[in-house]
């Protein structure tokens, strides 16, 4: 049975102390986990060892980091390697996001690269993809998703592809407070589920877990996590609010 997978994005926010306080109120709150479902937490960098000290061995809940670098260690100044990680024990990698994507030109050869290496190092990447409001309009999301997934995961052993969570995240639905209808998710994350099929065969694709990401509240999230197809969810802002992410967490499948 697949995961069902709330992760929080914390991004470039909060400080230690409103980290610490933050994640002591939502582990406080959100109970024990059944074995299908899993929270996440994608803290910056510097606060890692302290979620990691956290979460500790509680079941079902792991850290996340927001991006690690294509390289295995050297010269690279200001990068983080996924040697590192793995020396704090975090399980995840948010690899992909289209913050990351725009802001920093992450292309999807080097998302491949960093797929790779994560993979090669026993970490999970959460692989994001999601179309553009100019290509939502176009109604090519379809052919310009599917090449995302094609140029960045395709090149993965079956074995490989079964460690890899994907988060579907259409970029006018970032923090715009603009969500993607339950049926406009339900229909991309059947299509990348559809494509993980062909490529891998149905059995594997119904084994990956397909969170959507973009705007999720406490109050849409029983819709949209209800869908036969979207596995929770990669929450932004919503995130940073215990009662909204205790609640997010509470409405998985
Ligand atoms: C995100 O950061 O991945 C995200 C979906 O943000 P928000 O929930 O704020 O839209």
Known sequence: MRQQIA???????????????????????MGNLAANRQAVFAVPFPYLAMARQKTGVRAQVSVAAQNCSNKK?????????????????VSYVVLGHSERREYFQESNQLLAEKLDICLAGNLKPIFCCGESLLIREANTQNEFVGRQLEESLFHLTAEQ?????????????IGTGKTASSEQAQEMHAFI???????????????????????????NAAELFGQPDVDGG???????????????IKALR
């Open 7 to 29: 992760a929080a994005n914390w991004k470039m926010n909060l400080t230690l102390e409103q980290g610490e306080k933050l994640l002591d109120e939502i582990l406080g709150k």
């Open 234 to 248: 990669l929450v932004g802002g919503a995130s940073l609010i215990a009662d909204e992410f205790t609640a997010i």
């Open 73 to 89: 260690s050297g010269a690279y100044t200001g990068e983080v390697s996924v040697d590192m990680l793995n020396s704090l024990q």
């Open 161 to 173: 592809l079964q460690q890899v969570v994907i988060a579907y995240e259409p970029i006018w639905a």
């Open 193 to 219: 589920r559809a494509r993980l099929a062909q490529q891998y065969g149905a059995g594997l694709a119904n084994e990956i877990s397909i969170l959507y990401g973009g705007s999720v509240k406490a109050s």
